[in-house]
């Protein structure tokens, strides 16, 4: 079996990019592969706002990534700059800059680039899902 390092680079609602990372990775797990990590970088961050909200009849991506790293125990990490830039922070980042509240999922946390080239180095395969 292999090992996955996931780039994912669309916002949920904007592109397919995001949506097609996430059907991805089910398949891979049912199959038995590994996701060594997911990297959400430029307006992919907006994936792990605690704040989307999408209408009743959509299917709620932010969510559903949510619960696949809750149940698979996956490391999902945010890029730091981009989710900063975009308005997405944790309650360290939050209190570092002074700003009044933080929205990123618990499931998911804050990196930098780093972390997605130690994720190159030791996946097996690399696949970036952008718009």
């Known amino acids: 079996m292999s090992s ?3 780039m994912i680079q669309g916002a949920p609602y904007s592109s397919g990019a995001a949506l097609s990372a996430f059907r991805f990775c ?3 797990l049912a199959g038995g592969h ?3 990590r997911l990297f959400f970088y430029q307006d992919g961050v907006h994936n ?3 704040l989307c909200v999408p209408p009743q009849d959509e299917f709620h991506l ?3 990534w949510q619960q696949l790293i809750r ?3 996956l490391d999902a990490v945010v890029c730091v700059a981009s989710a900063l830039k975009r308005g997405i ?7 570092r800059y002074q700003l009044p509240a933080a929205n990123l999922m618990a499931e998911f946390t804050i990196g930098g680039l780093g972390v997605w080239m130690d994720a190159m180095a030791k996946a097996d395969r690399v696949l970036n899902f952008a718009p």
């Open 26 to 28: 089910e398949a891979a």
């Open 48 to 50: 792990a706002s605690a």
């Open 71 to 73: 149940q698979h125990k």
């Open 62 to 64: 932010p969510q559903a």
């Open 34 to 36: 590994e996701i060594y």
């Open 89 to 95: 922070t944790d309650s360290g980042e939050a209190a």
């Open 4 to 6: 996955f390092a996931l």
